[in-house]
């Protein structure tokens, strides 16, 4: 089945900086790859996604890049804001199969 | 207002006394998961529903019941709860299987001593 990698596990950033979370895939397949934001003792939220005929996709403050030939993707944070602070997952999907998640990745943004 | 609605939000029980984790949605979606949420392990799911009376297993279906008798409905039941069950429910839903979002339920945490 699908493995998903995820790193770094923590990552402390200063605000205002920029926060890169990287995450790979092993099924070639996957064609699905949304990132989910989970705050302190609250449900995990989607904030952004991307399939696979696309490269990048940006919304505001947060972007997502997919290289499909080395099956990375990635979730970049830009003007990090101490709202920020949550846990981030990442996930891939195949068609009609479903979401395997990544471990997560806290990320802390210092005022 | 659209939600995924799980009961209850926290329980603590004891080993091998029978259990159900109530997840309901109105948003008349097809598509229902369940995961559990470990420290340093992220989601996993452990079964999932693509519509009424259409049910499979995830990635831990180990110890793990569900049903999917009507579409708003998707009960994770626990025959016989073990310690190594403790960990935090996420019930989630979405419009289809290609759907682009996943709601997610508030959670229960469920400890087993």
């Known amino acids: 089945g699908e493995n998903v990698e995820q790193h770094p596990s923590t990552l402390s950033v200063q605000e205002g900086d920029s926060a890169v979370i990287k995450c790979t895939y092993s099924d070639s397949a996957s064609n699905y790859f949304p990132w989910y934001k989970q705050e302190l003792g609250k449900r995990p939220q989607l904030i952004i996604d991307i399939r696979s005929n696309v490269g990048e996709k940006k919304d505001q403050r947060i972007a997502v890049t997919l290289n499909k030939t080395a099956k990375h993707f990635s979730l970049h944070i830009t003007e990090t804001q101490p709202e920020d602070s949550a846990v981030y997952f990442c996930?891939?999907?195949?068609?009609?199969?479903?979401?395997?998640f990544g471990k997560g990745t806290m990320l802390l943004v210092s005022p | 207002e659209a939600q995924v609605t799980q009961n209850p939000r926290y329980l603590i029980t004891v080993t091998g006394k029978k259990l159900t984790v109530t997840c309901s949605q109105n948003?008349?979606?097809?598509?229902m998961s369940w995961y559990r949420q470990d420290p340093g392990l992220g989601l996993r799911q452990i079964y999932y529903?693509?519509?009424?009376?259409?049910?499979d297993k995830g990635d831990v279906p180990e110890g793990y019941k569900v049903s999917r008798k009507e579409k708003r409905n998707f009960p994770l039941i626990l025959e016989s709860p073990s310690p190594n069950q403790t960990s935090l429910y996420f019930c989630a839903s979405s419009l289809t299987v290609l759907s682009t979002e996943a709601f997610f339920g508030q959670g229960t945490r469920l400890t087993v001593v």
């Open positions: 996930a891939a999907s195949i068609g009609y199969s479903t979401l395997t």
């Open positions: 948003m008349n979606h097809e598509y």
């Open positions: 529903s693509m519509n009424v009376e259409v049910t």
